[in-house]
C-alpha cells in the first residue's frame, strides 16, 4: 500500500501539484470524498447576491476556532447557503459527515499494511473503531437537523440539544483516535498518514459544532 502525500490542511495529494489554487485544491478534495448530493448547487445567481452569501458564510467562520478552514470547506456551497444559519449549520454538518466517511474508510484500509508493529495494529484498530463511532452520531445529527422542522420552544430546545450532544461527542471521538498514537514508538509514515486526516476532521467538525451554536442561539 503506498502512502500519498498529505496537503497543507492534512488532507489529500493535491498540494504535490503546485500550480492549483487554494479553491481548485478544495473543489479537488471534495471530488475525491464524494461529497454527496444531500448538499445541492442551484443554478449560478447574480453577483451581488452571492457576494453577500459569501459575506455571511465568512462572517459566520469568523467565531469558530478554525476560520480560516470554515471558509475554504463552505465557500463552494454560498448559492445553496444564501444567508441561513440553519442552511449554514446543515451544510457544515454534511461536510463533517462526509470527511468523517472518507477518513474512517481511510483508516480502516491501513489496518492491511504491511509490516505493522502490534502496537500500530491496536492503535489504528482502535482509531477506526472511533472514527466509525463519530461517523455514526454526525450522521444521526445531520438527520436530526434535517428532520426537525420548523419546531420552536421547547420541542426546537430539545431537537438542537441533540445535535450539539453528538456533534460534541463525534469531536471526542476523532480526538480519541489520534490520541491513541501517542508515544514515540508510534513515530513515522502510519501515524503521520493518519494524523492528518484525522485533525482535519477533527477541526471541521469543531467548526460545524460552532455553527450549530450560532444556529441554535439566534431562535
Not at 119 to 131: F, H, K, L, P
Request: proline fraction near 4%.
Amino acid at each position: 500500500m503506498r502512502l500519498l502525500p498529505l496537503s497543507r490542511d492534512g488532507y489529500g495529494p493535491c498540494s504535490a501539484i503546485l500550480t492549483i489554487s487554494n479553491a481548485s485544491c478544495e473543489k479537488h478534495n471534495n471530488s475525491r470524498l464524494g461529497l454527496r448530493s444531500q448538499i445541492s448547487k442551484p443554478p449560478p445567481e447574480p453577483k451581488w447576491q452571492s457576494s453577500r452569501a459569501s459575506n455571511f458564510i465568512k462572517s459566520s467562520c469568523s467565531t469558530t476556532k478554525y476560520p480560516a478552514l470554515c471558509i475554504q470547506s463552505l465557500a463552494a456551497f454560498a448559492p445553496s447557503i444564501q444567508q441561513s444559519p440553519r442552511q449554514l449549520a446543515q451544510t457544515a454538518l454534511s461536510v463533517s459527515l462526509d470527511r468523517a466517511r472518507a477518513t474512517q474508510a481511510f483508516v480502516s484500509k491501513m489496518k492491511k499494511f504491511k509490516g505493522l508493529k502490534k502496537r500500530e495494529y491496536e492503535a489504528i484498530n482502535d482509531c477506526s473503531e472511533e472514527m466509525n463511532e463519530g461517523v455514526d452520531r454526525l450522521s444521526k445529527s445531520v438527520k436530526e437537523l434535517k428532520h426537525m422542522g420548523q419546531a420552536n420552544g421547547q420541542d426546537f430546545l430539545w431537537h438542537i440539544s441533540n445535535v450539539e450532544t453528538w456533534v460534541s461527542a463525534a469531536l471526542t471521538d476523532e480526538n480519541t483516535c489520534f490520541d491513541g498514537f501517542a508515544g514515540k514508538g508510534l513515530d513515522g509514515k502510519v501515524k503521520a498518514s493518519i494524523r492528518g486526516r484525522v485533525i482535519n476532521v477533527a477541526q471541521v467538525t469543531s467548526n460545524a459544532l460552532s455553527l450549530v451554536n450560532q444556529f441554535a442561539s439566534k431562535q
